[in-house]
């Protein structure tokens, strides 16, 4: 019986996308199939202490899905639907997102299956501590280097460095977006919000787009979607509606980003604003505007709500936002997707570039690291944008060709098979 595609979990419609490239690309049955499938996957316990005296048991993973290109790199998830499915998918996207912007690493990813809402800074913490230490036989700065992720920060790498420090020595290169002080790279923590600009100025100019006054709407306001307001609110850009996992908030004149900026840091949610109307999440993205950014979780734009969306450009900064039936239908209305493994890329290659620095035990002055980033996207973005439009192929097509092209080149010069 065929499966629906609303029924299909995040790893296989990551994989529908892969199929329709390995096709373009003529790839073998068996070089697909290693191209799918993880290389290696752990699944531990993560039993913690909480502040009460009770213990939780949660369940952690790290899936690393891809090697051909270098060592593993991708974030940690803490977010109740982290299960394996989930880390999976963004383990895949992880393999295509670092081949198609060059960075020399493979794909990964970690999750906890958690709220960390729910949990004290000092819970976080050893929950942060014991699955390092349940993971760390898999970590090395020449295997694997986490980052952080959807309820993740730069706190939690700090923690992930000290408890692997405490087993191998001090290894600042065993993770990226750590704080600056322990040396995390200036410029990372806007790194995947500043991408997303980025890349849409370039493709704004190829699709005629004047960017001044656009009317934004973007979902998500923790580090890329607060990042990305912020920066195209400050580059002439309308950030008309803006929310968090409450609720949002929306004003066809432009929102006050900097006011919401500053709410956030009180403690106030982007739906308390009070100028504005409060929208939910779903209303949100059904909002008529010109380029609707999705900067929270996966799947918000599925079959059920494709048909109704009202933008002209849809940039994936969140991962698998869109689904593969929403993705069809999207197209099917000519309304342009910048894809996740494209857009959000400026996270990985600022952490690529903390990688080489703490490597090299130098610091780069943050306008270098910013400089950088942008010949990297932009040559990213190129590369897509070339493709799209000599084969007639979306962007999102055209983004897992050259990654899919890539990471297949890889495998089959190391002689794997
Ligand atoms: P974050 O935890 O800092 O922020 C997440 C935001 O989404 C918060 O504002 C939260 O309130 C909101 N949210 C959570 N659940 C929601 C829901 N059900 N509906 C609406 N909003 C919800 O996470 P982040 O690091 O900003 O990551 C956001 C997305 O970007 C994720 O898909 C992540 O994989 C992707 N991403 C992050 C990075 C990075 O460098 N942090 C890099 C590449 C991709």
């Known amino acids: 019986m065929a499966i629906a595609i609303q029924e299909l979990t995040p790893f296989q419609e990551v994989n529908l996308f892969l199929d329709d490239s390995a096709d373009r690309l003529g790839l073998s049955d068996g070089l697909r199939e290693m191209l799918r499938q993880p290389w290696r996957e752990l699944k531990v316990q993560v ?3 909480m502040d009460d005296g009770r213990v939780e048991v949660f369940s952690g993973y790290r899936i690393q899905h891809n090697g051909a290109r270098g060592p593993y790199k ?4 803490y977010h109740p639907q982290a299960d394996a499915e989930e880390v ?3 383990a895949s996207l992880m393999t295509w997102k670092n081949a198609l912007v060059n960075v020399p690493f493979g794909g990964a990813k970690g999750g906890v299956q958690c709220d960390p809402r729910q949990l004290s800074e000092s819970e976080l913490n050893r929950l942060t501590r014991r699955y390092t230490l349940n993971i760390s036989h898999l970590l090395a700065p020449n295997r694997d280097i986490p980052a952080p992720d959807m309820g993740t920060n730069a706190q939690t790498m700090a923690w992930m460095m000290d408890a692997y ?3 191998h020595g001090h290894s600042p290169a065993i993770v990226t977006g750590k704080p600056v002080e322990l040396g995390g790279s200036l410029g990372r923590e806007a790194a995947t919000g500043r991408g997303v600009a980025f890349i849409l100025q370039e493709a704004a100019t ?6 001044d006054g656009i009317r934004i709407v973007i979902q998500g306001y923790g580090n890329v979607g607060s990042w990305a307001a912020q920066i195209l609110h400050d580059s002439g850009c309308r950030i008309i509606a803006l929310s968090d996992v409450a609720g949002g908030i929306y004003n066809p004149k432009g929102l006050d980003v900097s006011r919401i900026a500053e709410n956030k840091i009180a403690g106030i949610g982007v739906s308390e604003y009070l100028d504005g109307e409060k929208v939910t999440n779903a209303e949100l993205l059904e909002l008529e505007c010109d380029v609707l950014i999705p900067a929270a979780i ?4 599925n079959a059920e709500n494709a048909s109704r969306i009202k933008t002209k450009l849809i940039a994936e900064a969140a ?3 869109v689904t593969f039936g929403a993705d069809q ?3 099917d209305r000519g309304i342009t997707i910048l894809p996740d493994i494209l857009v959000n890329a400026g996270g990985v290659t600022v952490s690529y570039f903390e990688w080489t620095q703490n490597l090299q035990e130098f610091r780069w002055e943050e306008e270098r690291v910013n400089d950088e980033l942008r010949k990297v996207m932009s040559k990213a973005y190129q590369a897509v944008h070339e493709k799209v439009a000599s084969q007639g192929i979306n962007y999102r097509q055209a983004a897992f060709d050259i990654g899919v092209g890539r990471v297949a080149r890889a495998v089959n010069l190391r002689g794997f098979v």
């Open 47 to 49: 039993p913690v202490r």
């Open 74 to 77: 991708g974030g940690v998830r």
């Open 88 to 90: 999976r998918a963004l």
């Open 165 to 167: 420090g405490q087993i």
């Open 206 to 211: 190829d699709l005629s787009m004047d960017m």
């Open 298 to 301: 996966d799947n918000v734009i």
């Open 319 to 321: 991962n698998h936002p």
């Open 329 to 331: 239908i999207l197209n």
